[in-house]
Nanobody, 117 residues
Framework: QVQLVESGGGLAQPGGSLRLSCIASASIASFYSMGWYRQGPGKQRELVAR???????DYADSVKGRFTISRDNARNTVSLQMNSLKPEDTAVYYC???????????WGQGTQVTVSS
């Protein structure tokens, strides 16, 4: 079992920045992927960004050029730098970890991000 703990959510103004961090309770060095998902009010959970072992990154079209995901295997962390925030980025953001493609995904408890003036 892997526990994931997120931090860094909060309130930001449109155009502002926030940085989310997630620390895992186990080594993530061999994990297939680490990522961030979000679920806005009345919406389904969606992929925001993920980094696959080997360094390949994958971003939702809506965040390309604004968000950057980074993975630190030595510290068992994955971070999401969010710039140029928009009100539509408002959501609960969840950290995810997938040890193998065939295995279930582990989820954090979620952290609220609100973008509003």
């Amino acid at each position: 079992q892997v526990q994931l703990v997120e931090s860094g959510g909060g309130l930001a103004q449109p155009g502002g920045s926030l940085r989310l961090s997630c620390i895992a309770s186990a080594s993530i060095a061999s994990f297939y992927s680490m990522g961030w998902y979000r679920q806005g009010p009345g919406k389904q959970r969606e992929l925001v960004a993920r980094v696959i072992s080997g360094g390949t990154t994958d971003y939702a079209d809506s965040v390309k050029g604004r968000f950057t995901i980074s993975r630190d295997n030595a510290r068992n962390t994955v971070s999401l730098q969010m710039n140029s925030l928009k009100p539509e980025d408002t959501a609960v953001y969840y950290c995810s970890a997938k040890p193998l493609p065939s295995m279930a995904t582990y989820w954090g408890q979620g952290t609220q991000v609100t973008v509003s003036s």
